[in-house]
């Protein structure tokens, strides 16, 4: 049964730094895993979905690697603003629908 | 492309009574999945519907059901609410595939009094 790991559960970081979100799973059969980020009260936003054939993804300053055989993913956010205050979740899939970790906190301060 | 919608966005229940939810997805998208978030469990999968069949299902007991119209809507209901089922029901919506990039509605908010 794939279990989804994020640490650190909350994060405080000044405006400009880099930062990195850590997510673990435990089942290396894993076919793809996706970032999202969740603003207080509101659904999803899909953030970058990394394929089992592929090693990372980009978009903007956010960089998303993924290493199936450590059982981890990293998101990078660069330069990070006050506008990225927001929970972001990382989800696998497997042969099942997505399992996600319980998220990460962000808050960055201006 | 207009996105995931779901109505109502709000509404408050009491024990004992049932609660339909609906989801539309995108147009073209014909996998429809529901997860319901609470603070103390996260996210957690209930089922996926595909062409009107429900293709996969989470753990969650009886009370929770679903289905799919031919135009890929997509319906939950509860039944004998508890006040544990207080919670962000979110439906998502892919291509084909919950393999598939997910994108996610705003969701409904249900309270259990």
Redesign the interface.
Known sequence: KQEVTQIPAALSVPEGENLVLNCSFTDSAI??L?W?RQDP??????LL?IQSSQREQTSGRLNASLDKSSGRSTLYIAASQPGDSATY?C?G?GN????????TRLSVIA | KAGVTQTPRYLIKTRGQQVTLSCSPISGHRSVSWYQQTPGQGLQFLFEYFSETQRNKGNFPGRFSGRQFSNSRSEMNVSTLELGDSALYLCASSSDHFTDTQYFGPGTRLTVL
Do not use: D, E, I, R
């Open positions: 076919y793809n996706q999202f009260g509101k659904g999803l936003t899909s979905l979740l989800a899939t099942t629908p997505l399992v996600f970790g319980k998220g």
